[in-house]
Antibody
């Protein structure tokens, strides 16, 4: 069965960086793009960007271009998102999700989410 | 960015029919999807490409619409349907989500 297993919650200091992981299993990792989505507490969802696990090609929401960096390790079927120069505005739950690369494709499986808290 | 507007909250009784609307600020063809999110859980796909039921989702859920106006219908509503429902478009970059409609049961 498809599973996207995310790393545990993180407490980080303002100005620091954090790297989140998302380990995929139950399907061919390179067949689906991995996307990342932010959900601030009690609020809606924001699309951060995606990575093509096969080529490493990335596409970011303009809003997150200077905040997030997406990478993959095909050898371990794991995707990563590094968030830099963290502020309180980055405190949120972050989800990884997968999607086929065509217009009509939805986000069909989601990781369980990881809560990032930025606090001194 | 394409803004998706949803009504903030609805309250219905079990057994009733409920329709949740999502209006896009610009056309998204039929590339609208619906997700259910319960407290403390990740979103779950319900409907894709406006009207297609995702695998394992009860037939009580249905979707309709195209262009800028879309609807998610639950008929009949059950107690387990208490959740927040989000629409999401995949036609325009960046992909965007509605603010969510919180469904409560009376």
């Amino acid at each position: 069965q498809v599973n996207l297993l995310q790393s545990g919650a993180a407490l980080v200091k303002p100005g620091a960086s954090v790297k989140l992981s998302c380990k995929a299993s139950g399907y061919t990792f390179t067949d689906y793009y991995i996307h990342w989505v932010k959900q601030s507490h009690g609020k809606s969802l924001e699309w951060i960007g995606y990575i093509n696990p096969n080529s490493g090609y990335t596409n970011y929401n303009e809003k997150f271009k200077s905040k997030a960096t997406l990478t993959v390790d095909k050898s371990t079927n794991t995707a990563y998102m590094e968030l830099s120069r963290l502020t309180s505005e980055d405190s949120a739950t972050y989800y990884c999700t997968r999607r086929l690369n065509y217009y009509s494709a939805p986000f069909d499986y989601w990781g369980q989410g990881v809560m990032v808290t930025v606090s001194s | 960015d394409t803004v998706l507007t949803q009504s903030p909250a609805l309250a219905v009784s079990p057994g009733e029919r409920v329709s949740i609307s999502c209006r896009a600020s610009e056309g998204v063809n039929s590339y609208m999807h619906w997700y259910q999110q319960k407290p403390g859980q990740q979103p779950k796909l319900l409907i894709y490409k406006a009207s297609n039921l995702a695998s394992g989702v009860p037939a009580r859920f249905s979707g309709s619409g195209s262009g800028t106006d879309f609807t998610l219908t639950i008929d009949p509503v059950e107690a387990d349907d208490t959740a927040t429902y989000f629409c999401q478009q995949s036609w325009n970059d960046p992909y965007t989500f509605g603010a969510g409609t919180k469904l409560e049961l009376k």
